[in-house]
T-cell receptor, first 114, second 113 residues
Framework: GESVGLHLPTLSVQEGDNSIINCAYS??????FIWYKQESGKGPQFIID?????DKRQGQRVTVLLNKTVKHLSLQIAATQPGDSAVYFC?????????????FGTGTKLQVIP | EPEVTQTPSHQVTQMGQEVILRCVPI?????FYWYRQILGQKVEFLVS????????KSEIFDDQFSVERPDGSNFTLKIRSTKLEDSAMYFC???????????FGEGSWLTVV
């Protein structure tokens, strides 16, 4: 079946370094993708999204890259800070039958070492 | 910044009891969702709601679950007879349109004992 998954379950980075979190997806019909950040005991927090017709999108300290050829999505965080420590989910969104179907990946835990 | 709010933040209930989880979506949003996350697992879709009716529901959303929008602001999830396996964090989410990002609340942590 269609699925969204993550390559690395845990990523440790030094404060100040750049982080790259990866995600593989299998549904080429997805309309767009979102990266969410989830801190312990809290809800998913929207970080950035990218439409399926785009290759790259930049936000504040974050960049999302979409490679449709290999069905790969990545989140780059520049100058990683301790407050970036959280679980990051990629989510695949398809507009289906009048609603948005959001399929989450399993998540990557980012640990920032001070 | 507008946000989705949920109550209660944490509820402990005995198996077999009814539970109602409440959500106030962002005011100009029209699409509403419930998701759940069992501890240590990924977020799972439960149900979507638009125009006062269910648009889609997952296999998790069985006859024990129901949703309602009793007034213009609240969106509720009811579990009629809770089971131990219903213990999870339940997230409400809302979106302005089918083309826009959906935003999540902070969640309601349900513990069934």
């Amino acid at each position: 079946g269609e699925s969204v998954g993550l390559h690395l379950p845990t990523l440790s980075v030094q404060e100040g370094d750049n982080s790259i979190i990866n995600c593989a997806y299998s549904n080429s019909a997805s309309d767009y993708f979102i990266w969410y950040k989830q801190e312990s005991g809290k809800g998913p927090q929207f970080i950035i999204d990218i439409r399926s017709n785009m290759d790259k999108r930049q936000g504040q300290r974050v960049t999302v890259l979409l490679n449709k050829t290999v069905k790969h999505l990545s989140l780059q965080i520049a100058a990683t800070q301790p407050g970036d420590s959280a679980v990051y989910f990629c989510a695949e969104i398809m507009n289906s039958g009048g609603y948005q179907k959001v399929t989450f990946g399993t998540g990557t835990k980012l640990q920032v070492i001070p | 910044e507008p946000e989705v709010t949920q109550t209660p933040s944490h509820q402990v209930t005995q198996m077999g009891q009814e539970v109602i989880l409440r959500c106030v979506p962002i005011s100009n949003h029209l699409y509403f969702y419930w998701y759940r996350q069992i501890l240590g697992q990924k977020v799972e879709f439960l149900v979507s709601f638009y125009n006062n009716e269910i648009s889609e529901k997952s296999e998790i959303f069985d006859d024990q679950f129901s949703v309602e929008r009793p007034d213009g602001s609240n969106f509720t999830l009811k579990i009629r007879s809770t089971k131990l396996e219903d213990s999870a964090m339940y997230f409400c989410a809302s979106g302005r349109s089918i083309q826009n990002t959906i935003y999540f609340g902070e969640g309601s942590w349900l513990t069934v004992v």
